[in-house]
Nanobody, 115 residues
Framework: QVQLVESGGGLVQAGGSLRLSCAASKIISRINTMGWYRQAPGKQRESVAFISSGGTTNYADSVKGRFTISRDNAKRTVDLQMNSLKPEDTAVYYC?????????WGQGTQVTVSS
């Protein structure tokens, strides 16, 4: 059973930065994408950013220019560098990995941005 463990969430003031990291408990074969979703209270879960097996990145319009996703295949990690954070970025952030057959989710990490 593959587990995804997120870390790096916390409380930060508006304009600050946080770096989220997601580590897989074991090697995952045939990965398609690795990415991050978020869910704010009372809202649907939404895609924030993802990176394909070929390295192509995709960002939600709301985070373009502020967030950067990266992956380390050797370490089995995917990171999300979040800069210029805004109160509207407050949410639980989830790591997501898709393969040709499965979708794996992490447990989530809380990010709170104070104004």
């Amino acid at each position: 059973q593959v587990q995804l463990v997120e870390s790096g969430g916390g409380l930060v003031q508006a304009g600050g930065s946080l770096r989220l990291s997601c580590a897989a408990s074991k090697i995952i074969s045939r990965i398609n994408t690795m990415g991050w979703y978020r869910q704010a209270p009372g809202k649907q879960r939404e895609s924030v950013a993802f990176i394909s097996s070929g390295g192509t990145t995709n960002y939600a319009d709301s985070v373009k220019g502020r967030f950067t996703i990266s992956r380390d295949n050797a370490k089995r990690t995917v990171d999300l560098q979040m800069n210029s954070l805004k109160p509207e970025d407050t949410a639980v952030y989830y790591c997501r990995v898709t393969t040709t057959a499965f979708v794996y989710w992490g447990q989530g990490t809380q990010v709170t941005v104070s104004s």
